[in-house]
């Protein structure tokens, strides 16, 4: 590539707007143009990095045996209705009419659309397991579209869906889907964790999320760094920007045992519900000097929701608190907001009894133990003695510290069990004959999230880093003088033809512009690898190499560029 013909709108200084470093720089460099609130056109660079990204997804998916497919974006409500999910999904859900009045949705995600498919292609157990996947532009109609394409409301994904006759061949897909995740960031150069989450309007039981860390991240992730224990916390996404630079709100619900201050933060930020419950949860579990655990409700009417729903582990406490200790707790009844307190021992044995239903320990002795659902996955069983622990301690299974980081969701795998197959009435033939409803897993890559959480991770004052996997040219040839110096030309000429040849993603800077705004240039848009030709270092039959990183330049002798390069 010739940078003379390329489109590379940079820009000197970062649009207000841009609040977070990666956002900054993806507009300074000229990856991205935004068209509407979340909305966004690739340029030609940002481009050539996701279609990277998306390179090594696919060979990984391929790798273990998933099959590419291509569903579509326009989805028919009857679907929807059929799984139940267009009462459930919210205003998330981009919806609008065809000419014939007929309800419809662009697609946030395609666990209909794909259990309808199989649903007519399988009938025997001896068809599974099967996994497919996409990698295909998505739509959320998020409330808080912010940071660029970190939290678009178009953004590209990867999702695979895989089916099985029984839950062991799900777990066995699950595994290497995990393992395939931990390639696909590893082979992108990312410092990255695997936590255990919440499986949210998904829905499903076993689910792990992939965090890149970094700072500008929106979930709170704690994890132990003496074992694998690791769970998503926290998500920060509707708190405004400007507390993302302090101290997390989690971390200070840890360090502050005052409930009354939860109340206020959780009114003042409309935290959701649930995730507020688990932070209390892992508040009570870091500060238990108290007998008590502490339970926000917002009204009845969003306690029985969550009772009816998705924790058994809380429903058993509230089920027993009567009406009125719950109604004296908050202060003003329904509606209102406000801290209930119930000591452990009232709780503890309910609780244990609603854990054991989901595998965890039987012998535990109710006044000494809090079971955690860190990930409202009690199914993993995870039931500590809590009583004394501390953000710094030994955590769940008893090795390590626990320590707590900032993390910015780039996968989520989950075992969706039946919820689909069965609500969408699927079934298989197993080997006696006989109609079963299959088993199914869904795995999900932030394709152009990634872009973002690459440059998060990998930056510096003068810009962007790519790793070299996920670079958009991995070595650029930049002439001084191009164009009035006919050796300096002919030199960065050849060099560039020949790197052509040999199949290099090479670019040559033949603008002729000024060295100083050149290499400015070169370094906001990250290229690993730089060539630098000039009519003084021709004269010794040399041209000067710098790595993007580099502390200064290094000579090479023009007869060997080419081995030194190769
Ligand atoms: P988040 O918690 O950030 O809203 P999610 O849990 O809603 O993400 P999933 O349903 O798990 O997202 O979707 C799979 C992946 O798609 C996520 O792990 C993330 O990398 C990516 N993703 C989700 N929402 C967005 C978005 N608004 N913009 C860019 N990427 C997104
Ligand atoms: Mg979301
Ligand atoms: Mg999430
Ligand atoms: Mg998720």
Redesign the pocket.
């Known amino acids: 590539m010739r940078l003379s013909n390329y489109y590379l709108p940079t820009l000197k200084e970062a649009p207000a707007e841009a609040e977070i470093i990666s956002h900054q720089l993806m507009l300074r460099a000229g990856l991205i143009k935004q068209v509407s609130s979340g909305i966004y056109t690739w340029l030609p660079l940002g481009l050539t990095v996701y279609k990277k990204i998306e390179a090594i997804v696919r060979e990984e998916m391929n790798n273990i045996g998933a099959l590419e497919i291509d569903m579509p974006s326009a989805q028919p409500a009857e679907l929807w209705q059929d799984s139940g999910r267009w009462q459930d999904y919210g205003p998330e859900l981009l919806r609008f009419k065809d000419r014939h009045q007929r309800d419809f949705c662009i697609g946030p995600t395609h666990e209909e659309i794909v259990t309808d498919l199989l649903k007519g292609e399988v009938q025997s157990y001896k068809q599974l397991p099967i996994t497919v996947y996409q990698i295909q532009k998505k739509f959320r109609d998020e409330i808080r579209p912010r940071f660029g394409v970190m939290r678009g409301r178009e953004f590209l994904m990867k999702d695979a869906y895989s089916f099985h006759a029984d839950s062991a061949s799900l777990a066995t897909t699950y595994q290497a889907m995990y393992q395939a995740y931990q390639q696909i960031f590893t082979r992108m150069g990312l410092d990255f964790c695997a936590v255990e ?4 309007s ?1 829905g499903g039981s076993r ?1 792990h ?1 992939f965090h890149v860390l970094a700072d500008s991240g929106e979930d709170v992730i704690m994890f132990s760094d003496g074992s694998d224990f690791a769970s998503n916390i926290e998500s920060t996404q509707s708190l405004p920007v400007t507390t993302l630079t302090e101290p997390t709100e989690a971390m200070r619900l840890v360090d502050t045992p005052d409930t009354k201050t939860i109340a206020a933060l959780v009114e003042k930020y409309q935290l959701p519900i649930e995730k507020t419950i688990k932070t209390l949860v892992v508040k009570a579990a870091t500060d238990c000097d108290s007998d008590l655990i502490a339970l926000l409700v917002r009204g009845d009417h969003e306690l029985n929701a969550i009772k009816a729903e998705k924790h058994p582990w809380v429903a058993s406490p509230l089920q027993m608190a009567s009406e009125d200790d719950i109604r004296q707790a908050i202060g003003a009844g329904p509606g209102s907001l406000g801290p209930v307190n119930l000591p452990i021992p009232f709780i503890a044995d309910e609780t244990v009894a609603a854990m054991s239903d989901f595998g965890a320990g039987a012998n535990i002795e109710a006044k000494h133990y809090f079971g955690i659902n860190w990930g409202r996955d009690v199914a993993l069983g995870e039931v500590m003695d809590i009583r004394n622990a501390k953000v710094g301690d030994s955590s769940p299974d008893g090795s390590g510290h626990l320590r707590m980081a900032r993390g910015i ?1 780039v996968g ?1 795998i989950f075992q969706l069990g039946k919820k689909y197959s069965e609500a969408m009435q699927m079934t298989v033939l197993d080997e006696h004959g006989k109609a079963v409803t299959p088993y199914m897993g869904c795995y ?1 890559v932030g394709v152009t999230r990634l872009v973002a959480a690459a440059i998060e991770q990998h930056h510096d004052d003068k810009g962007i880093i790519w790793p070299p996997a996920i670079a958009p040219f991995s070595l650029v040839i930049a002439p001084i003088n191009y164009g009035k110096s006919a050796a300096v030309t002919q030199f960065a000429d050849d060099l560039y033809q020949t790197l052509r040849d040999k199949g290099i993603p090479v670019v040559l800077d033949d603008r002729g512009k000024r060295p100083g705004v050149m290499f400015s240039e070169l370094e906001l848009i990250g290229i690993p690898h730089r060539v630098v030709i000039g009519d003084k270092t021709l004269a010794d039959n040399e041209v000067e190499y710098q790595g993007r990183t580099d502390e200064s330049s290094q000579r090479i002798a023009t007869d060997t560029v080419l081995e030194f390069l190769l």
Not at 197 to 200: P, Q
């Open positions: 989450a919440d499986s949210g998904i689910s999320e969701e989520h999900g």
